[in-house]
């Protein structure tokens, strides 16, 4: 029987994960967190990123040991042997990237319609299609694919720097204005704006998913995590401080094109290109949803955990058509019928959930094997940190929802 080859190179790797960290959310959610944090934007993507990171070492030292497809649920399984416990976390992960790639469906209609009047149900079912043909196609032809438009992503955050460069320049003489002072009811507008500059953070749990597929997963799969990350928080800090620089956060959190408003306020022309660029952030980060659920479902299956037929490789390219098949139909489903806006805020919580468990696997792996041989491995305190800031990260969301 076929089965996944190590085709993924660290570069190709690594901007796999740059493409599922950064998707569309940079594009949209720089005004929402300005709108909470006002100029101290900045310290909330920090803060955020420092969040994930932490549990991004645990991901990094796990995907080092365990460099199979599946992810969460074989961590899961390693560290406590509860055969159901493990399936249900690796089926909570698919449905969290199958409602992220429904809503994504739907802003992609949403961003094209810019350009040329479209039909909504046609437009999904054309990209369901396409995506899930690239996603068919190989993981190397998939990972070139996100590469590109990883690239434009990047690309078009970049552009925003050139255009704000003015801004950019004045930041050394403006840099005690990003200094927050030690009032409550700005810390509470700090820490709500990282909460939501949490969503543009995460993404990077993803390349465990992909761990058999990658050339030397000991060393490339904790590097590229890392280097995912790193990259990913220097972009988004350097385009925040361009924006809160530009335009008054009140102005930024009036819109979703934040971006777009930065760029016609810098350039005075029509923000034509940053929203084409949106365009392929957002087909960017429905591929990548799409290889990561099919690769769950193919890894569970592996593990006898769900039936045989979605562990089934084409023979020709190497891809699990079957799982690849069932992700999209879903997605094509709930883009098409459902009201996704809440399920996607509960989804976000189950993320966070997720990571909480993912870091007490890894300290319950750790203590059953500190040292294994060829992995890279982390101080304990780090899993450690990650599960108490995601408990208090959570524990304030509710009681912020509940009028604290």
Not at 238 to 244: H, L
Request: net charge neutral; with cysteine; hydrophobic share 55%.
């Amino acid at each position: 029987m076929p089965t996944l080859k190590r085709r993924l190179t660290l570069p190709l790797f690594t901007f796999y994960g740059l493409g599922s960290i950064l998707g569309a959310g940079i594009y949209a959610l720089v005004g929402k967190v300005a709108g909470e944090a006002g100029m101290f934007t900045p310290i909330s993507f920090l803060i955020a990123a420092s969040l994930a990171a932490l549990t991004g070492f645990s991901y990094a030292e796990l995907s080092s040991r365990y460099p199979k497809s599946g992810g969460e649920a074989i961590y899961v399984s390693k560290a406590f042997g509860i055969k159901q416990f493990s399936t249900l976390i690796g089926l909570l992960v698919v449905l969290s990237a199958i409602v992220s790639s429904s809503a994504l469906m739907n802003a992609f209609f949403g961003y094209l319609e810019i350009f040329i009047p479209a039909q909504r149900d046609l437009t999904i079912i054309i990209v369901s299609f396409v995506a899930a043909g690239i996603a068919i196609w190989g993981i190397k032809e998939s990972a070139i694919a996100a590469t590109i438009l990883t690239l434009i992503e990047i690309g078009g955050l970049f552009l925003i720097m050139w255009v704000g460069r003015d801004a950019l320049l004045s930041f050394p003489s403006q840099i005690s204005s990003f200094v927050p002072p030690s009032e409550s009811a700005i810390w509470v507008g700090i820490l709500s704006g990282a909460f939501i500059a949490f969503y543009a953070s995460i993404g990077f749990e993803d390349m465990a998913n992909v761990a058999e597929e990658v050339k030397d997963p000991h060393r490339n799969l904790p590097l590229g995590i890392m280097l995912a990350i790193v990259g990913s928080t220097l972009l988004y800090c350097i385009v925040s401080i361009v924006a809160v620089l530009s335009l008054p956060p009140e102005v930024l959190s009036s819109t979703d094109a934040p971006l777009a408003m930065v760029y016609e306020n810098a350039t005075g022309s029509k923000p034509v290109i940053i929203t084409f660029i949106g365009l392929f952030a957002v087909a960017n980060g429905i591929l990548v949803q799409i290889v990561m659920g099919s690769r769950i479902l193919y890894g569970l299956s592996k593990k006898d955990m769900l039936p045989d037929a979605l562990s089934k490789v084409n023979h020709k390219t190497h891809t699990p058509i079957v799982a690849t098949g069932l992700v999209t139909l879903i997605i094509l489903v709930l883009a098409l019928w459902f009201d996704l806006s809440r399920l996607a805020q509960i989804t976000s919580l189950i993320v966070l959930v997720i990571f909480a468990i993912v870091n007490l696997a890894c300290m319950r792996v750790k203590l059953k094997d500190p040292h294994p041989k060829d992995v890279q491995t982390f101080p304990f305190v780090i899993p450690f940190l990650g599960f108490c800031s995601i408990v208090l990260f959570v524990t304030y969301r509710i009681w912020i929802y509940f009028g604290g």
